[in-house]
């Protein structure tokens, strides 16, 4: 019996949110304990929330949502990025080579290198996946500033983008299995695209699968 694309496509949508939920759940068991130490140890080591106070991200359609991420950087690191001549300045440089992060940056706290260097800063994420806003497995959310200025940089990857925002962001993916921040825009938007194309059950179970490793290892993060 042959199935129409529609068929295939709504199986996909159900084993994925499935998927989602059921991962969801276990793994928000698992780090529940995790979750409380880091979050003690983020108020003992600066003053702030806990999670980060950071601009909204692009989602599914272009539909922006804010993003549960641990705070990994002093209070009000995305003010002063905008403010102080100093960051301004180096986050600008970075941008004219591709990348949205800056190399050593200071804003970044003690317990805040950790987190970032093990990913354990995008756990939180799994909040935005039980709300629909993210799935477990999708390209890089990215803020819609980086998204309007990589594509006057890098004009070839406009027909990436479009594909990139035709499924959820996810809180890993192909690219940061693969090697993370070492990558410029034009090739992590590549790999977004190539994911978001692809679309397999099994693809999202190899990438969540080899997931662990890159959060251990660290590699390739800022």
């Not at 539909?63 to 549960?68: A, C, M, R, T, V």
Request: glycine share 6%; charged share 25%.
């Amino acid at each position: 019996m042959l199935y129409s694309t529609y068929d295939l496509s709504s199986f996909y949508t159900f084993g994925k949110r499935t998927l989602d939920l059921l991962s969801c759940s276990i793994l928000l068991l698992i780090f529940s304990p995790i979750i409380l130490m880091v979050a003690i140890a983020i108020k003992l080591d600066s003053k702030g929330p806990v999670f980060a106070d950071t601009p909204k991200r692009v989602g599914k359609k272009g539909k922006q949502f804010y993003l549960y991420k641990f705070r990994t950087m002093i209070n009000n690191a995305y003010f002063l990025l905008k403010t102080d001549p100093k960051f301004r300045k180096e986050y600008e440089e970075q941008q004219e080579g591709g990348n949205y992060k800056i190399k050593n940056d200071p804003r970044i706290t003690r317990v805040g290198k950790f987190l970032r260097k093990h990913s354990i800063d995008e756990v939180p994420q799994l909040i935005n996946v039980l709300r629909g806003e993210m799935s477990l497995v999708g390209p890089r959310p990215y803020y819609p500033e980086e998204l309007e200025r990589q594509q006057k940089n890098y004009p070839e990857t406009k027909k990436y983008v479009e594909e990139v925002l035709s499924v959820k962001p996810g809180v890993t993916g192909f690219w940061q299995v693969s090697g993370r921040s070492e990558l410029n825009f034009d090739q992590r938007i590549k790999m977004d695209a190539s994911y978001a194309e692809r679309k397999s059950l099994i693809y999202d179970i190899y990438i969540i699968f080899k997931t662990p490793s890159a959060m251990i290892s660290g590699k390739g993060a800022l």
